[in-house]
């Protein structure tokens, strides 16, 4: 009972600390987009290909959690926008007060639209607040169609899903209908973007979508 | 401090429960192997492939994790093996813990093998015993080849990495040689198997190095 009581107040305060950013955000008028998604299901090639997109219509920048490293930082560094990498040290998520710490180090005036990159998982991530207008799910063809039975809670619990590698329909056993069907079936109100970071197929409309959003 | 300090006993806890599982398998002369990896690596296509491939030579059980569903358990039923399904309500991996509810169940004196299907993830499971004689990472193509770079915990724990989609090899930009030698550079003792659970290509040295251990 205990133990359940001190998740239950971590999570609280995380919710809380959440908030903070949020407002702190809300008060430079910048947009923060949380991407969550398996490992190598295409989160930094979505940032990459969304920077390319955006270019001259909002002003994107970037924090990119990790458990070790800074090759996706790196990265996203070469297209020059700014970019804050967090190292969880293992820790398998990014939460609210990691972001707290990263927001002070960027200008938030010259950003409107923040992507943050959370940890390659699909499980940790799910529900956790860090301060974000939209949650995003990437997932992508080769793991397969049934991932929502598996992995429900973040598919339930997210604004939007991106199916991404759809350039790899033709070889591999994937059904694009009963994917979208199981989603649907758990999150009514989602919203399904099909794209291919590789052939920059339906990146258009993620832009196009992204970009009303930071217009609200 | 506290909280380290918590953290140190917990695990402590889920040794000393690993270690009695592993005499509750060594007992029985029942070989357990855990398999962890992303979301949509592959972990249950393997456990399919081996069944197959050892039919005749070990008798074959498995554990199956998941954070909920059982569609899994319920594929790999459908090959007449005993299977036990462990449902985690969300939680990132399995424990020893849950494994030792299991075992009961299990008639391990009909069991050579023990295939246990950890929960999809390269983060939470890394480096936690089960009771297990060999952990196992399975790390497909369409991942891509830097995720030892960014999962390297997992890496250096494992004894053995399985490369999986090697049939996908040629629509994909997969550095095969880099990949391997990032991972001999973490863990320069690991195995290392090639394969395809779509083509069954180099299932059969998977298959033989099992059998193998199961006779030592």
């Known amino acids: 009972m ?8 971590i999570l609280k305060a995380n919710d809380q600390i959440a908030f903070q950013n949020r407002l702190a955000l809300d008060k430079h008028k910048t947009v923060a987009v949380n991407l969550m998604a398996s490992p190598g299901a295409g989160k930094t090639s979505l940032v990459m290909r969304t920077i390319e997109a955006l270019r001259g219509r909002v002003r994107v920048g970037a924090v990119d959690g990790d458990t070790a490293s800074q090759i996706d930082a790196d990265r996203i ?5 700014p970019v804050i990498q967090i ?4 820790g398998c998520r990014l939460d609210a007060n990691m972001l707290q710490s990263a927001l002070p180090q960027l200008a938030l005036d010259e950003i ?12 940790c991530p799910a529900g956790l607040q860090l301060g974000e207008r939209a949650s995003v ?9 049934d991932k929502p039975y598996k992995y429900p809670n973040i598919f339930v619990k997210v604004d939007v899903v991106v199916i991404n590698k759809i350039d790899l329909l033709p070889y591999l056993d994937f059904d694009l209908d009963a994917f979208k069907a199981l989603v649907k079936g758990l999150n009514p109100t989602v919203r399904i973007f ?4 590789k052939t920059g197929e339906g990146i258009a409309a ?11």
């Open 87 to 90: 190292n969880t040290g293992g």
């Open 206 to 216: 993620w832009a196009d979508w992204l970009v009303e959003m930071c217009a609200l």
């Open 112 to 123: 409107d639209l923040l992507l943050i990159e959370n940890v390659g998982n699909l499980v």
């Open 2 to 9: 205990a133990q359940v009581k001190v998740v239950e107040n």
């Open 137 to 145: 799910v990437i997932s992508s063809i080769p793991e397969g169609d």
């Open 77 to 81: 560094a070469t297209t020059g926008i």
């Open 194 to 197: 099909e794209l291919s970071c």
